[in-house]
């Protein structure tokens, strides 16, 4: 493998490792406060049912 598709490899990982790091846990209360913010339109129906069980029914 060449070291420039080792620095690509390197460089996608650590973007996806940065990206997935920044969001809150699923039920938690930043996660709660982030959906309240979003547009219900933009919310998946996952989401949804999410929202509504740990964030309405607790």
Request: include cysteine.
């Amino acid at each position: 493998m060449s070291i420039i598709k080792k620095s690509a490899l390197s460089a996608l990982v650590i973007t996806l490792f940065t990206l997935t790091a920044c969001t809150p846990e699923v039920g938690s209360d930043a996660w709660c406060t982030d959906m309240k913010e979003k547009s219900k339109a933009d919310w998946t129906a996952n989401q949804t049912s999410d929202f509504a069980k740990n964030c309405v029914f607790k």
